[in-house]
């Protein structure tokens, strides 16, 4: 089978019904980035930031996965799929797909602060006083800005030995997500799907300026003629 790598960003989850914080009336709105999504901002406020992540989780599991993560999971039956997802959902697992790479951590885990690399399943809310097991507060199991992408290294390696790259909403403007797709091997096709493309079509990149189910779809029939 030839590799898929997918790397998606808030786009595809839009769909269902995530908003995104970039977008006007998106899910920051109203909250000061630096108060909710940095590790300085935890420590002056943490109860604010647990509060802003519980109301995440619970917005999660209003909304079910899209056509475009449905068609990513149907692929493994003709590639070996690799998702590498900014999104800190879990729309990629519950629409069926096997082989992902959260980038920016997970909504539904959490971790103490004590310890980065030591995970514990979140299905509820978060408050402050809830201990892990060492007696550490517990957080998020979230990447701040500011903080490192203990993900990316993998994210390079599997971007490198791609056989075909998909890039699904995303704005390409974050990094180090951002700079992914620079590590694809020179001619490897990649399709870059979103309505408001920040490239255009040249060479090996095909550009589909398209929401994520009807780009997924459209990529789909371009690798399958």
């Known amino acids: 089978m030839q590799k898929l790598v997918v790397l998606t960003g808030a786009g595809i989850s839009a769909e269902s019904g995530i908003r995104t914080f970039r977008d006007s009336g998106g899910l920051w709105e109203g909250y000061d980035v630096n108060q909710v999504a940095t590790p300085e901002g935890f420590v002056a406020n943490p109860a604010l930031v647990l509060n802003f992540y519980n109301e995440r989780r619970r917005q999660l599991s209003e909304v079910v996965p899209n ?43 959490s971790r103490g602060v004590d310890d980065p690399e030591t995970t514990y399943p979140c299905l509820g809310d978060i408050h402050l006083g809830d201990k892990s097991p060492t007696g550490a507060q517990l957080r998020p199991h979230i990447v701040w800005f500011g903080e490192e992408v203990p993900m990316l290294d993998k ?25 992914l797709m620079g590590y694809a091997k020179e001619g490897t096709p990649i399709f870059y799907i979103d ?5 255009h079509s040249e060479g090996s990149l095909t550009v589909i300026a398209q929401k994520a189910s009807v780009g997924v779809a459209k990529a789909i029939q371009l690798m399958n003629p």
Do not use: C, W
Not at 81 to 102: F, K, M, P, W, Y
Not at 157 to 166: G, N
């Open 67 to 109: 056509e475009a993560h449905r068609l990513l999971a149907q692929l493994e039956k003709r590639y070996n799929v690799v998702i590498i997802t900014q999104n800190v959902d879990d729309l990629h697992e519950r629409a069926g797909s096997h082989h992902i790479i959260h980038l920016h951590g997970e909504l539904l885990k």
């Open 155 to 179: 994210a390079i390696e599997e971007v490198y030995t791609a056989d075909i790259l998909m890039v699904i909403g995303t704005s390409l403007q974050v990094y180090p997500a951002a700079g």
């Open 195 to 199: 309505p408001n493309p920040s490239l």
